[in-house]
C-alpha cells in the first residue's frame, strides 16, 4: 500500500471526504502509466464520487458511476493495493440495489432509504 492509498483510505474511511478523494486520486491517476494501477485510481475515484453522489441525492449519477467503474473492479484482484477489492464490489452491488427507483432523493436524505457510506476494507498485513 503506497502512501497515496493510506492518504485515500484515510479520507474515504474517517473523513468521509469524497472530493478530496476524487482529487487525490484523479491526480495519481492521470499520472500514473502502469496498468492495473491506472486503472484501480481511477475506479476509486469513481466510487469515491458515488458516495459524494448518494449524500448529494442525485442517485442517477450514482447509478451511471457505478456502471462505469464496475468492471474495472471486477478485473482487480481481489485484494489490491492493501484494499479489499472483493468486498468492495460486493458492498458496492448491495448499495446500488438498496437505490430507490428513482433518479434523485433530497439532499442529505439517503439514510432514510437505508443507504449509508461505504467503507474500504484493509487486509490487515498490510496496514
Given at each position: ?27 495519481a491517476w492521470k499520472a500514473e502509466s502502469q496498468e492495473p494501477l491506472k486503472s484501480f485510481y481511477k475506479a476509486l ?83
Amino acid at each position: 500500500m503506497n502512501d497515496q492509498v493510506r492518504e485515500f483510505l484515510r479520507l474515504f474511511n474517517e473523513e468521509r471526504d469524497f472530493y478530496e478523494c476524487h482529487e487525490l486520486f484523479e491526480l495519481a491517476w492521470k499520472a500514473e502509466s502502469q496498468e492495473p494501477l491506472k486503472s484501480f485510481y481511477k475506479a476509486l475515484v469513481q466510487v469515491a464520487t458515488a458516495q459524494f453522489k448518494i449524500n448529494q441525492g442525485y442517485l442517477r449519477g450514482f447509478r451511471k458511476l457505478y456502471a462505469y467503474c464496475f468492471s474495472t473492479l471486477e478485473a482487480l484482484p481481489d485484494v489490491y493495493q492493501g484494499l479489499d477489492i472483493a468486498r468492495l464490489r460486493l458492498e458496492f452491488t448491495a448499495q446500488l440495489a438498496l437505490l430507490p427507483a428513482v433518479d434523485s432523493i433530497e439532499p442529505g436524505s439517503y439514510r432514510e432509504y437505508g443507504l449509508d457510506y461505504l467503507t474500504l476494507g484493509v487486509q490487515e498485513f498490510y496496514v
